[in-house]
């Protein structure tokens, strides 16, 4: 993914920013987005249902393009997890354990 700088705009007594055409087409927005703010910063999508992911194939050649480097993928592959011995849990209930104590069942009261 590249960065691009948007220049905030005065409109009225609001502000905006103008999407580039291409993110436009590429994200299929139409005469509204929707905005989530997030502690990372805010986040724009189309409203409607989530765009596709990417193919196999797409995302590949999405990486390539972005000329970013994996190199740290290869240390990760030699990271020995093959070699533990997996154990698979027994079926059973997954709950909180007893409680030590009894419990009592309280009665209506009488009147």
Known sequence: MKTIELKVSRIGN????RLPAASLRRYRIGAAVLME???????LRPVGPVVEKL???????????GREYWGEWVAADADGLESIPWKTREAGRIAENKSRYRSVRRSAKKS
Not at 14 to 17: A, D, K, N, P
Not at 37 to 43: A, L, V
């Open 37 to 43: 703010e997030r502690s990372e910063g805010i986040f």
């Open 55 to 65: 193919s196999w194939e797409d995302t590949a050649s999405e990486m390539a393009a």
């Open 14 to 17: 609001s502000r905006g920013v």
